[in-house]
């Protein structure tokens, strides 16, 4: 069992940075892949980057060269550093927790509790 807790959402200008940090409890952190997904009001949930036990990482086209992912196993925690913020990012971010690192939500069998990130224009 893993618990995750997001934090570092908040509200943001078009062009500025946010870094999202998902604190994991538990003592197997480091044999799961993390994701970051969001969810924007009415939309579906969506991916957003995810980084693999070995540390590979993976991105959605839309935050590519914007967005980095990065762990540190020592502190049982991810992070989602978002940079060249878009009102379109506007979203609640969702980290998650794998036995296998993916793209699919449904993929994921931990998840936190959502932080929001709201991008003004």
């Known amino acids: 069992q893993v618990q995750l807790v997001e934090s570092g959402g908040g509200l943001v200008q078009a062009g500025g940075s946010l870094r999202l940090s998902c604190g994991a409890s538990g003592r197997t952190f480091s044999s799961y892949a993390m994701g970051w997904f969001r969810q924007a009001p009415g939309k579906e949930r969506e991916f957003v980057a995810a980084i693999s036990k070995s540390g590979i990482t993976y991105y959605a086209d839309s935050v590519k060269g914007r967005f980095s992912i990065s762990r540190v196993n020592a502190k049982n925690t991810v992070y989602l550093q978002m940079n060249s913020l878009k009102s379109e990012d506007t979203a609640v971010y969702y980290c998650?927790?794998?036995?296998?690192?993916?793209?699919?939500?449904?993929?994921?069998?931990?998840w936190g509790q959502g932080t929001q990130v709201t991008v003004s224009s």
């Open positions: 998650a927790a794998g036995y296998g690192v993916a793209t699919m939500a449904r993929e994921y069998d931990y």
